[in-house]
C-alpha cells in the first residue's frame, strides 16, 4: 500500500504562485515514479504534470506548459509542483499520484491518490 500526503494548497492571486508538496511512504515500492492530477468544479480529473524517479521522463499537460514546474527529491520520497502565472482556470482540487501511466488514447490515470488539496486562483 502507498500513502500519499500532500500540502500546499490555498489561495492565490492570478498572476501568482503557490508550490504544491506530496510525500510518499508505505510497504510498496513505487517503481516509476509520481505526479499531478486535477480536478475542477464540474469536471472530470485531468492530469497535470509525471516524472519518473530517475527524472529523465518528465510529462506535462499543454495547459500548465511553461507555468508549472514538476521536481523531486528521492531521498525524501517527495514530489513538489511549482505553479507560477497562476490563472482562474487553474482552480481545482489537486491530487497527487503514485504510479501515473499513459493509456491508450492518451489518457493519464494512477494506481494510487492522495486526499487532494484544494487551490484557488481568484482575480
Known amino acids: 500500500q502507498v500513502q500519499l500526503v500532500e500540502s500546499g494548497g490555498g489561495l492565490a492571486q492570478a498572476g501568482g504562485s503557490l508550490r504544491l508538496s506530496c510525500a510518499a511512504s508505505?510497504?510498496?515500492?513505487?517503481?516509476?515514479?509520481m505526479g499531478w492530477f486535477r480536478q475542477a468544479p464540474g469536471k472530470g480529473r485531468e492530469f497535470v504534470a509525471a516524472i519518473s524517479w530517475s527524472g529523465g521522463s518528465l510529462h506535462y499537460a499543454d495547459s500548465v506548459k511553461g507555468r508549472f514546474t514538476l521536481s523531486l527529491d528521492n531521498a525524501k520520497n517527495t514530489v513538489y509542483l511549482q505553479m507560477n502565472s497562476l490563472k482562474l482556470e487553474d482552480t481545482a482540487v489537486y491530487y497527487c499520484?503514485?504510479?501515473?501511466?499513459?493509456?491508450?488514447?492518451?489518457?493519464?490515470?494512477?494506481?494510487?491518490w492522495g486526499q487532494g488539496t484544494q487551490v484557488t486562483v481568484s482575480s
Open positions: 499520484a503514485a504510479e501515473p501511466r499513459i493509456l491508450g488514447g492518451g489518457t493519464w490515470t494512477s494506481d494510487y
Open positions: 508505505g510497504r510498496t515500492r513505487i517503481t516509476y515514479g
